[in-house]
């Protein structure tokens, strides 16, 4: 199957890399590689680039893509969670890390992996396959209380509760094994007039179940902690945010996002004022701040 992934804030990204001839670039979330390939068509053939990601498909699918810049690539299976692990050996220092977050649409297009509330598949929801913990097993094992903290958090959804308490009277006649079962079940909970605007009515408990299924927000929080040591000086942090949750990165602090992803962004937010990074959202405002914490960049425009 064709990798179609439209990587998003390209220009932005490369741009905020500050990617130089020479250097070291980490691309944690690989994909399908449309970043990587467009950093690498800037950065010369005397850098470094290390790709990582804990799909396979994904990791197959880059090496394709990336066939021409082979002299200069590393592919890495694994969780960016490992940092250190996946760079100890293989490098001194980075120049600049990107993260992508979310998933790719390969996730969706293939209903086997069970990420799409529009097609039918198994509840699987992993990135990395090899992994025990499947959405089926947070929907038929965790506490209603749990479900309902997993869909409110990570997922914002405002009829989180009754979600939770339906999920848990469904599968108390038959546990849920499917992407449908389960979106009907979800449409059952929420108001049909509620239902009538917006967007899918499971899109945001799928989201939510699809972070907690890959710990998401813990495996960036341990991260970006990891790169601080592997940075070099004015080396850059590049982070990516696809969810929509992120409406505003303020200098000083950072408003209207839930709990659950408040602290994985703060510290991201720390290491940008200190450290000489950036941040991007998917709605193309991108603010950094150098050492000494004066804006340079924002909304899409050097200051
Ligand atoms: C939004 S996609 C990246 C798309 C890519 N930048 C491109 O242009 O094609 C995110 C990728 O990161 C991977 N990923 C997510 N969390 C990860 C983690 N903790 N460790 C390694 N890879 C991860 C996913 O498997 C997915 O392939």
């Keep these: 199957m064709e990798y179609d992934h439209k990587s998003v804030l390209l ?9 130089k001839t020479g250097g070291t670039l980490v691309d944690c979330t690989l994909g399908g590689a449309g970043h990587a390939r467009a950093i690498l068509e800037n950065i010369g053939t005397e850098s470094l680039f290390i790709g990582i990601d804990r799909d396979d498909t994904a990791l197959a699918a880059a090496k394709i893509v990336l066939e021409n810049f082979s002299q200069q690539l590393l592919l890495v299976k694994g969780n960016f969670k490992d940092l250190d692990q996946l760079l100890n050996g293989k490098v001194d220092a980075v120049d600049g890390f990107l993260f992508d977050l979310g998933v790719s649409s390969i996730h969706f297009d293939i209903p086997a992996r069970g990420f799409s509330y529009k097609n039918d598949g198994p509840l699987d929801m992993r990135m990395d396959k090899s992994q025990k913990v499947t959405a089926a097993t947070i929907v038929n094992e965790y506490s209603r209380n749990e479900l309902h903290q997993i869909i409110r958090d990570y997922g914002e959804e405002r009829w989180a509760s009754r979600i939770a308490q339906f999920i848990v009277e469904a599968r108390e006649r ?3 094994e499917s992407t449908l079962e389960l979106v009907q079940v979800i449409k059952n909970a929420i108001p049909a007039k509620a239902r009538r605007k917006g967007p899918h009515p499971a899109k945001r408990t799928f989201q939510a179940f699809r972070i907690a299924v890959n710990e998401e927000l813990t495996a960036l929080e341990s991260a970006l902690w990891q790169t601080i040591k592997w940075l070099n000086a004015k080396g850059r942090i590049v982070v990516r945010e696809i969810r929509g949750t992120i409406t505003a990165v303020k200098k000083g602090y950072i408003e209207t996002f839930p709990e659950g992803t408040q602290k994985a962004v703060s510290i991201a937010f720390h290491i940008l004022t200190t450290l000489f990074c950036g941040i ?5 405002k991108i603010e950094c701040y150098s ?4 804006t340079f960049y924002q909304n899409g425009e050097f200051m």
Aim: glycine fraction near 4%; aromatic fraction near 4%; charge should be positive.
């Design 11 to 19: 220009a932005e990204v490369v741009k905020q890399l500050h990617s």
């Design 174 to 176: 038959k546990s849920l």
């Design 280 to 284: 991007a959202t998917q709605y193309g």
């Design 291 to 294: 050492k000494d914490q004066t």
